[in-house]
Each structure stands twice: as C-alpha cells, then as structure tokens.
Antibody, heavy 119, light 107 residues
Framework: QVQLQESGPGLVKPSETLSLTCSVSGGSISGYYWTWIRQPPGKGLEWIGY???????NYNPSLKTRVTMSVDTSMNQLSLRLTSVTAADTAVYYC?????????????WGQGTLVTVSS | DIQMTQSPSSLSASVGDRVTITCRAS??????LNWYQQKPGKAPNLLIYDASSLQSGVPSRFSGSGSGTDFTLTISSLQPEDFATYYC?????????FGPGTKVDIK
C-alpha cells in the first residue's frame, strides 16, 4: 500500500521560501500524476498543481509565479517550493497521488503538514 | 477558472437518514467531478470519481450522479462514521477547483 509523507519546516518567515518534501513509500513514483493541495486552518481545499513523474507540471495560475514542483524518481520523492510567502500561505499542505488512469482524482494522500508563515 | 458551489453548506441529520448534497459548476464539465470526505485533522478521502464511479473500498451507501453542471452525492443510510465534511472537485480543466464543502453533523 503506497504511503505519502510530507516533511519540512513548520514555520517560515514572511518573504522567505517554503520548501516541502513528499516521500513516497510502498510504490513507485513512475506512471502517476502527483498533486499538491493546501488547506488554510478552518477553510477549504486549494489545488496548487500537479507534476507528472516525467517532470511535466501544471500550476494554479494564482500561484504560478511563486511555485515550483520537482520530482526525484531515484529517491521516490516530490518537492514543493513556494517563494515570497505571506500569512495567506499559512495552511496544511498535502501531497497526493492521482488515481491511475485519471488526472484529477487523488486516491492516496499524505497526512499533511502545517506550515505557518510568521515572523 | 471553473467555480464550484455546494448546497447546503451544512446539514444536520440522524443515523439512518438519506442525505443528498448538491454541487454545481459555473460551466459544463461533462462528468469530470470527484467527491471527497474529510474528517477533522485528517486528509480528504476519495469517495466518488468521474461523477458516479465508486472508489475501491468505499461503502456502497455512497453514490454520485450528474453531468454537465449539476451533480449530487447521496448517502443512502447515514452511519455514525459519515459525519464529516464533503467536498466536490472538478477535474475538467486546471486549476482543479474544489467546492466550499458541506458539513454533515449529528441532529
């Protein structure tokens, strides 16, 4: 059973860069789309974007100038970078795997990691 | 971007009740619609994809229907473990937007 685990700093200062890693175990990164989604405390879900195992990416236009996703198939890891963060970027960040044969539906999720933007 | 709305935003129901949640899209998206359940402090869990396909392992009391702009999630007989927040998500065009959620709590 594939498992995903997000990791990274829980506190980031305003204007700095948020960097998260998603480690995948129990399955290969190859052949799937991988999605990052975030959820501000007490609020709804926001789609950040996806990356294919080949490295092809598609980002939410609202974040496109600040976000970078990458994949390391040898390490079975995904990475998310979000630059110039503000308090509005405070959220639980999830990585998730798309259901095989689909693009948007995500059937395996990490537990999420809370990132707080504060000085 | 495709805007998603859900109704109601919250509802109170009893165990055994039939519950229906509606999701509406700002433009037609065929059947590219997914439903998730989220419990407090947990990641969302995929229930339904492509509007009506039941995800593996999800109880058959959950069902989805609709196409175009109007979709429904139905729980045929609400169970104690179903009290949660439910989100729809369109996967027709990026960004894959979510609805605002429907919170189902105990009456």
């Amino acid at each position: 059973q594939v498992q995903l685990q997000e990791s990274g700093p829980g506190l980031v200062k305003p204007s700095e860069t948020l960097s998260l890693t998603c480690s995948v175990s129990g399955g290969s990164i190859s052949g799937y789309y991988w999605t990052w989604i975030r959820q501000p405390p007490g609020k709804g879900l926001e789609w950040i974007g996806y990356i294919y195992y080949s490295g092809y990416t598609n980002y939410n236009p609202s974040l496109k100038t600040r976000v970078t996703m990458s994949v390391d198939t040898s390490m079975n890891q995904l990475s998310l970078r979000l630059t110039s963060v503000t308090a509005a970027d405070t959220a639980v960040y999830y990585c998730a795997r798309s259901l095989q044969g689909t693009l948007g539906a995500t059937d395996h999720w990490g537990q999420g990691t809370l990132v707080t933007v504060s000085s | 971007d495709i805007q998603m709305t859900q109704s109601p935003s919250s509802l109170s129901a009893s165990v055994g009740d039939r519950v229906t949640i509606t999701c509406r899209a700002s433009q037609s998206m065929r059947t590219y619609l997914n439903w998730y359940q989220q419990k407090p402090g947990k990641a969302p869990n995929l229930l339904i994809y492509d509007a009506s396909s039941l995800q593996s392992g999800v109880p058959s009391r959950f069902s989805g229907s609709g196409s175009g702009t109007d979709f429904t999630l139905t729980i045929s007989s609400l169970q104690p473990e179903d009290f949660a927040t439910y989100y729809c998500q369109q996967s027709y065009s990026t960004p894959f937007t979510f609805g605002p959620g429907t919170k189902v709590d105990i009456k």
